[in-house]
């Protein structure tokens, strides 16, 4: 296996960590989140955006993906990563899952602050986002699944068991 097994995109709180972590474990491989592994190297993100501004965080957010592409793991995007031209070029030839949500599912998950796209305007904001970004999102995906209803364990096990099957791993 040479790579990402799969690569999570979407919007902000669509569950792209969430639903990667559990798919990393059951295909036990390493799990990437690309924004965990910028805060971890540079700080909170909302400091970098702040400080630096958003295509500071762009080029950063650029590396870290690329570099996590060439692992053998599951690997999860900010939702702005796609819209990167090089993080773009990257994820071709890769699986890439779109996690899509609805306005009304992801509003009680934008709320903590740590999102800085959404600081002003909450969902309206989201909305905006994800209109934007979609084509983007659909254009690059190998396979779409809607998190807004069903459990995360079984949108887990269901692609877990896809990559599995295209992988050949046991």
Do not use: C
Not at 41 to 53: D, N
């Amino acid at each position: 296996m040479a790579g990402a097994l799969v690569v999570f995109i979407g919007p902000m709180a669509a569950g792209k960590t969430r639903i990667g972590k559990r798919v990393a474990k059951r295909l036990g491989v390493p799990f990437i989140d690309s924004d965990k592994v910028i805060v971890a190297e540079h700080g909170p993100v909302a400091e970098i955006f702040v400080e630096h501004g958003e295509p500071h965080f762009r080029a950063l957010e650029a590396a870290v993906v690329v570099a996590a592409l060439e692992e053998p793991a599951v690997v999860s995007l900010g939702g702005g990563a796609p819209m990167t031209p090089a993080v773009a070029k990257a994820l071709a030839g890769h699986d890439v899952v779109l996690l899509t949500t609805s306005p009304e599912a992801v509003e009680s998950r934008i709320g903590d602050g740590r999102r800085p796209l959404l600081a002003e305007r909450g969902i309206e904001a989201w909305i905006e986002l994800l209109e934007q970004r979609l084509p983007t999102y659909e254009a690059l995906a190998t396979h779409t699944v809607d998190t807004s209803r069903r459990p995360i364990d079984h949108i887990a096990a269901e692609l877990a068991d896809r990559v599995r099957a295209r992988e050949h791993l046991a």
